[in-house]
């Protein structure tokens, strides 16, 4: 899958558009003369990136080696916040307690 960095659509390998060019200005010879360039297949921008389903929320985000999205992450740590605060907990104390279910 691939997600695009100008409309944020997602799409998968048999979507990209796939352009044949020659864009050597008139007159002037590149070597083999044409070109390939892939295109989103939504907005035609050439600047997308391959794209994983975040673990939690499964919407698509670009694979930059992470699995969970921002939005998830942000989520995950206020709930962790709440819970620490809930239950009158150091930072300390409740990483102890996620080791020891681990």
Known sequence: MYKCNECGKVFDRDEVVEIHDD???????LPSGHYTFYECPH???????DAVECEVC?????????????DCISKIRNDIV???KRYGISVQQFA?????ME
């Open 23 to 29: 864009p050597s200005p008139a007159g002037v010879s």
């Open 82 to 84: 709440d819970l620490r």
């Open 43 to 49: 907005c035609g921008s050439g600047d997308f990136d």
């Open 96 to 100: 102890d307690i996620v080791e020891d």
């Open 58 to 70: 499964g919407d698509y985000i670009v694979d930059d080696g992470e699995t969970i999205c921002e």
